[in-house]
Antibody, heavy 116, light 111 residues
Framework: QVQLQESGPGLVKPSETLSLTCTVS????????WTWIRQPAGKGLEWIGR???????NYKVSLKSRVTISADRSKNQVSLKLTSVTAADTAVYYC??????????WGQGTLVTVSS | NFMLTQPHSVSESPGKTITISCTGS????????VQWYQQRPGSAPTTVIY?????PFGVPDRFSGSIDSSSNSASLTISGLKTEDEADYYC??????????FGGGTRLTVL
């Protein structure tokens, strides 16, 4: 059974870069596509972007200039980098496999707070 | 920008049936698959419907999905409501660039 575990700093200063890792076990990241989603406290889900097994990526238009999603097949990890963060980037960040398919799976999420 | 609109909240009694709607702002909602996610408090979302009407393994058949092209809407229907169904439900589809779009979410209260 696949497991996804998000990890990274829980506190990031404004204007700095948010870096998160999604470690996958029970599946190879080369077998599917992987998505990052975030959810501010008390609010809805927001798609950030995805990376395919081929390495190609798509990003939400409004975040595109600040986001990079990458994959490290040797570590079976997918990473998210978001630059120039502000308080508006404070949220729980989730990674997910095969978001809209029969084998969809989500991590439990990790809270990132942007504050000085 | 393509948007999906859901009612903010719905409520119903145990044992009853409820339907949550998800209306597309433009184009044809039937053009792309719609998914539905359940999110209980403090937990990550899980898929209850994918590809408009398919149920993942382990999701009870009390959950069903449908598309109504005439109203450009997708619907999630839950029959035989249980208190454990109380959660937030999100619909999801795609815009013209195949970028993921989520609805705003619907809070289901079973009382």
């Amino acid at each position: 059974q696949v497991q996804l575990q998000e990890s990274g700093p829980g506190l990031v200063k404004p204007s700095e870069t948010l870096s998160l890792t999604c470690t996958v076990s029970g599946d190879s990241i080369s077998s599917s596509y992987w998505t990052w989603i975030r959810q501010p406290a008390g609010k809805g889900l927001e798609w950030i972007g995805r990376i395919y097994a081929s390495g190609s990526t798509n990003y939400k238009v409004s975040l595109k200039s600040r986001v990079t999603i990458s994959a490290d097949r040797s570590k079976n990890q997918v990473s998210l980098k978001l630059t120039s963060v502000t308080a508006a980037d404070t949220a729980v960040y989730y990674c997910a496999r095969d978001l809209s398919g029969s084998s969809s799976a989500w991590g439990q999420g990790t809270l990132v707070t942007v504050s000085s | 920008n393509f948007m999906l609109t859901q009612p903010h909240s719905v409520s119903e009694s145990p044992g009853k049936t409820i339907t949550i709607s998800c209306t597309g702002s433009s184009g044809s909602i039937a053009s792309n698959y719609v998914q539905w996610y359940q999110q209980r408090p403090g937990s990550a979302p899980t898929t209850v419907i994918y590809e408009d009407k398919q149920r993942p393994f382990g999701v009870p058949d009390r959950f069903s999905g449908s598309i109504d092209s005439s109203s450009n809407s997708a619907s999630l229907t839950i029959s035989g409501l249980k208190t454990e169904d109380e959660a937030d439900y999100y619909c999801q589809s795609y815009d013209s660039n195949t970028h993921v779009v989520f609805g705003g979410g619907t809070r289901l209260t079973v009382l």
